[in-house]
């Protein structure tokens, strides 16, 4: 997955990831645990149950194609911030 849309985020923000899926996007909503070279962690924590599920399958597709072999898909997903209060 490519990320899109962030600066340097502290530790402690809070995020909102966008995953840009085909026919929608889903929104996912956590907190910026781990910030390095080698990517972001984050801990989610509200993403709503009917997206989670449509998530879910989607993600087993990805790993499906992604077994096909490489560069068959591309996903995006699109991060914000607003500071921790």
């Given amino acids: 997955m490519f990320a899109h849309g962030f600066g340097k985020l502290e530790i ?10 085909p ?3 889903v929104a996912i909503r956590g907190r910026l ?3 390095g070279q ?3 962690g984050i ?9 989670r599920q449509l ?3 989607y993600c087993v597709q990805q790993q499906q194609v992604e077994a096909a072999g ?5 996903s995006e997903l ?6 921790a209060g």
């Fill in 12 to 21: 402690g923000a809070y995020v909102e990831v966008i995953l840009d899926l």
């Fill in 23 to 25: 026919n929608t996007d």
């Fill in 33 to 35: 645990k781990h910030s």
């Fill in 38 to 40: 080698d990517g972001l």
């Fill in 43 to 51: 801990e989610f924590r509200e993403i709503r149950k009917s997206d």
């Fill in 55 to 57: 998530t879910a399958r």
């Fill in 70 to 74: 490489p560069g068959k898909s591309q």
């Fill in 78 to 83: 699109l991060i914000s911030s607003r500071s």
